[in-house]
């Protein structure tokens, strides 16, 4: 085999890969090991390829984060065996690539429920960790990464390690949050939480404005497991800021009359139709007409007084996966945006600031035109992580449509949110970003942190083996990107092999 063969990676690899939020893509050579002798050698092609790195769970991260365009990437979902289960203590141990779904129906039977989940039950335990996901308790309980106890990773060197608030403290807080770069994360040691019911007691709350938002988060949060704010970002002046807020709680022991079958896996499944008649899978073709500015007025409007109409002072319980799964009610809703798909700029405020800022935020949106077509708010607090985007305050995630026409003006919006976001001493989170550019993240983490970052990294990836587009895009000193590529596409043009097996296929 001659030294140019050597280095053509095999073409029955090449796949293209899209963010979860369709927006961008890139064509990558692919591998699924699904051992720890598969991973390492996934590690020798690279390096016997002069290609990077990236790891990818269920590639729920909206933008770039889990993309390496005309390099590897590897697809961690057949790492998905428990290893040990506990089920007096609640302490799980699992592979990376475990979901959560597969995690909570694995647990829930014995009482026990994943601490922290995100919106939709799809990402991977090893995900969920490099990007230290939080939900709609974060105020309560933190991000997931408070509720390791410790994680093992294989480093590019070929070197496992165990890693935990004692052991390797340094790579644990900077792994955790890290988004992948400091090496594979293959085993994930959880505490889960207890529950005495598969329900949790759900109250809705019409808010009439920003500041009435704010008022029933601050008075309901020292009582609720759970608090969640909708927003109709589509109304204005003193209507600003109005929407839902629904607070839920756990059942205590002998509130639930069966808890053996609500703990049943079967009575937590999301339902397959609408009132029994219209199946959800073609939900989202109804959806896309009102996928415009007009529309999704009429339609926020419409929730709107359907919510202050029916919901008034009323209670109902609900499972857990139907309040904490909302992204996976309708499946494949994100295809009622169209080809171009779409973003989410998500910041996170000090309590001090958060309303104003947020405020202003949608304000901008508004007055540019771009307003955005889902708005969700949250309570957080503080964690310990070296890249954390927690602060002891409040989010705002705005999903924005994106389209041929404005996708250069999104762009725009998105680095005008920026000051706003800095300026309120704000900050951001990879799992969802797509805009951000290095200086901005220079100033919301300091220098002094990313530069602690990129030492570890290279303590822990010497060879730069390890990259994304998002890595590329903030940290690798390529400098400051101001607009998108027009076609969305975050590859480079093919040239080389790759043009040439592109070809081929």
């Known amino acids: 085999m001659s030294t140019e063969e050597r280095y053509i990676l095999p073409a029955q690899h090449l796949e293209l890969v899209p963010g979860w939020g369709m ?10 090991p699904s051992t720890l002798e598969g991973i390492r050698e996934v590690f020798g092609i690279a390096r016997r390829s002069g290609r990077s790195v990236a790891f990818r769970g269920a590639g729920r991260s909206y933008g770039d984060a889990a993309l390496n365009g005309e390099n590897i990437v590897l697809d961690l979902t057949r790492f998905r065996r428990v290893l040990e289960w506990n089920p007096s203590t609640g302490i799980i141990r699992a592979e990376a690539g475990m979901s959560i779904q597969q995690l909570w129906e694995y647990v829930l039977p014995d009482g026990w429920w994943p601490p922290v989940v995100p919106g939709t039950m799809f990402p991977t335990l090893g995900g969920c960790a490099s990007m230290n996901i939080h939900g709609k308790n974060n105020f309560r309980v933190g991000t997931i990464g408070e509720h390791i106890l410790e994680f093992e990773i294989l480093l590019p060197t070929g070197e496992q390690m165990r890693c935990s608030r004692d052991e390797n403290a340094d790579i644990f807080h900077a792994a955790i949050g890290g988004f992948g770069m400091l090496g594979c994360i293959t085993t994930v040691t959880l505490r889960l939480k ?7 007691e759900v109250e809705p709350v019409n808010i009439l404005s920003l500041g009435h938002m704010f008022q029933v988060f601050e008075e309901r949060m020292e009582r609720a497991d759970y608090l969640v704010g909708w927003i109709d970002a589509a109304a204005t002046g003193r209507h600003l800021g109005r929407g839902v807020v629904h607070e839920a709680n756990y059942l205590q022991p002998g509130d639930d009359p069966n808890p053996a079958q609500t703990l049943r896996i079967e009575h937590q499944q999301l339902p397959d139709t609408i009132m029994g008649l219209l199946p959800k899978s073609i ?4 959806l896309r007409p009102f996928m415009n500015n007009t529309g999704l007025r009429f339609v926020n409007m419409m929730k709107f007084r359907s919510s202050a109409l029916l919901d008034r002072g009323r209670t ?5 996966a139907a309040f904490a799964f909302l992204l996976d009610y309708v499946p494949n809703w994100k295809l009622s945006y169209g080809p171009g798909g779409l973003i989410q700029y998500q910041s996170f ?7 104003r800022a947020f405020r202003e935020q949608l304000s901008l949106a508004r007055s540019v035109g771009h307003p955005p077509y889902l708005a969700v708010f949250k309570r957080h607090r503080r964690d310990p992580f070296l890249m954390t985007h927690a602060v002891d305050g409040y989010s705002l995630a705005l999903d924005f449509r994106i389209t041929a026409g404005n996708r250069q003006d999104i762009w725009k919006l998105a680095h005008r949110l920026d000051e706003i976001v800095l300026g309120a001493g704000g900050r951001f989170y990879f799992a969802k970003d797509s805009t951000l550019r290095p200086s901005v993240v220079e100033r919301y983490l300091g220098r002094e942190t990313v530069e602690r970052f990129m030492r570890l990294k290279r303590e822990c990836d010497p060879e730069g083996l390890l990259e994304t587009n998002l890595y590329r895009r903030l940290f690798s000193g390529s400098g400051e990107t101001a607009a998108p590529p027009a076609n969305g596409h975050t590859h480079a043009p093919m040239t080389g092999h790759i043009a040439d097996q592109e070809n081929e296929r």
């Open 23 to 32: 927006s961008s893509d890139a064509v990558s050579w692919v591998y699924r």
């Open 194 to 200: 207890r529950v005495y019911s598969g329900m949790l």
């Open 349 to 355: 405020i000090p309590a001090e600031h958060a309303e």
């Open 283 to 286: 939900v989202w073709r109804f």
């Open 316 to 320: 109902f319980r609900q499972s857990h």
